[in-house]
């Protein structure tokens, strides 16, 4: 069990900064305004404990996720398709996007990886 009570140096796969969460909103709007709502959602809930020197700061925020696996897949898809179509219009968009995929992903695997041994078929 995660303790929140204290300041974390050391991120987790399902821990996400206010800058990430708010970028997955811009990129996955487009083509599904629900799922980027719920991702919005999280950016209005409590973030965790942060160093004090950084208690002012929003742009500090970290936000545990606990979306479903659903939800994060789709995500990922929806990540993909702007990476795809932006690799030659918006170069710094595909970028933005790949860093992304990278992050989701790694939340994808580690919800696989705590799936009980008969769910992981």
Do not use: C
């Amino acid at each position: 069990m995660v303790d929140e009570s204290k300041p974390s140096t050391t991120r987790a796969a399902d821990i996400f900064s206010r800058g990430s969460l708010k970028l997955t909103y811009d990129l996955i709007r487009p083509q599904n305004a629900q799922l980027a709502l719920n991702v919005r959602n999280i950016i209005g809930g409590k973030p965790l404990l942060k160093e004090a020197s950084q208690q002012s700061n929003p742009h500090s925020d970290y936000f545990r996720v606990t979306l479903d696996s659903f939800q994060v897949r789709n995500i990922v898809e929806g990540l993909m398709a702007q990476e795809h179509s932006a690799v030659k219009s918006n170069p710094g968009q595909s970028i933005i996007a790949k860093a992304l995929i990278e992050d989701w992903t790694s939340l994808a695997r580690k919800m696989f990886a705590e799936l009980p041994e008969n769910e992981e078929s």
